[in-house]
């Protein structure tokens, strides 16, 4: 019956991460379809969380979710009682995500960053037009030309893993990591684009830096961005960065 | 109400049972790394048992205690001392204003947990009073404690404040510079110190991918834990575990308790303070009641791992549930029985 029932769905795979959490996969590599999924899974878990649910961690490919197995068993009925916790969520996860609504729902979020680009803000800038054989400026008008998805927020508070990034401006890593970038940097590495919310060590190479906060603990949400954002970046003069500094957008 | 620091120790700093709800945001958990101690800690003093308490680590702070105090150490075993008497743990403490409360370095274990009845008095950030470190929020200033910090607590209220009132009467008629109970929790949670630690493990999701000879000698032989591993992890040597194949990882929420293999073939487990993801592949994820386990061996020391199944590691989990709200009714009793 089970069987029969998940042909003709969205594949999906459902795995134990020990007593306390569940893995579910909705697919291999990074692509936007499957990433909406996760987001679709991820929103109608928050909406709607079952009895013993603590949180989801929605990721590229899988949402984890932690629950309590006390609570998740507490509420399972006497006939489940030989049930674990784990089959209880796994039955429990399968059927939103058999019955949540799979098409785009609505309009995606812009939210633009404004970033001061070269010179102290980005040192690595020329170095990265240089490895592209292209001009400082043309690196700069290919990265605020692009719309970036963002897949996941991880790594540091705050941190957006980027999706869109052109080819054309991919740079390696640094051979040596800085042991200290500042907060707002602005980076490539590899064909990834991001920007650090806190001080962190890294070896991305940096292009600029944006004076918006990222991480606002204070606020809710603690993050500017949110998985399912576009990311637009929009090139700022240092007067303007300094005005900027500590504003809210 | 308040401890002032004399001397911070290795690394003392709030932590509470963690901070959920936010890793979508990339906002790690943090909290305590023995969630066992600092539970029994928090129910010795009459709190709730996911009050924060301080957490040291491996070699203990000193503080003078400027205004009596009920309080609880549990945890590693850093003889602690009233003015120069050892003061007894796992169980409450009444400690008499201006003592000076000393802690060594560890003899057994690695982090013990210090509550005091009322809780600390500071700020819950995002739900939570544990300190992130490398974010610098929550917990006393977003940081360790430095010296000549203050760290105050709150009055008690409810159970807290009834407890706090018997001991205050019964400290009245003695001279000594604290008073506790004969009973005491006992160290049951606590590990053992002598051969390899044991450590249960659930099969990690990537486990398949890992070479034949790796797997076998995963939970075969011992590996030693770093001298690097601190709350983020426990970087273990022994073993090099390879891939049979090379895998493309994309990164994925991790959770405490996971073992990952990085590209150098030693494993790490992460706890409290890991990052919300990870793109290494996990060979296995340690049971929930072996955490505890985990969080005080000492660097140096040795640990194997023995493979359980999710029902297995979710019975162990009800069956160690179930112990803790015993002591919690037996620690009911003993104090309405009064001191």
Redesign the interface.
Known sequence: MREAELKGRDQIEI???????V?IEFG???DPEINRKVRAL?ANLESEPFPGM?????????V?V?YD??AV?NMASPLSESQ???EIVSDLVRERAAGMATEASGQARTVEIPVCYGGSFGPDLAYVAEHNKLTPSEVIDIHTSGEYLVY????????P?LGGMSERIATPRRSSPRLSIPAGSVGIAGKQTGVY??V?PGGWQLIGSTPLAL?R?EDH???LL??GDVVKFRAITPAQYEEFRGGRI | MSFKVVKPGLLTSLQDLGRYGYQKYGVIVSGAMDPVSLRLANLLVGNDEDEAALELTLVGPSLIVEQDALLAVTGGDMSPKVNGQPLPMWRPVYVRKGSHLQFGACKAGSRAYVAVAGGYDVPVVMGSKSTYLRAGIGGYQGRALAEGDVIAWKPSAGRAAEYREQWARKLKGVSSDYISTDWHTGRGFHPHEGGDAVIRVTRGSQFEYFAPGSRQQFYEKSFQVSTQSDRMGYRLTGPELTLAEPLEMISEAVIPGTVQVPPDGNPIILMADRQTAGGYPRIAQVAVVDIPVVAQIKPGRRLRFREITVNEAEKLYIQREQQIQQMKAGILVNMKQGV
């Open positions: 795995y134990p991460y020990g007593e306390s959490a893995r291999k590599g990074i991820t603590i949180e989801c961690v929605s990721a590229f490919t899988s984890t932690f197995l006390l068993r674990s916790a784990y996941m927020i991880g790594f540091a508070p705050g941190f893993f919310p806190i962190t991480f603990p949400p603690p993050s949110q998985a």
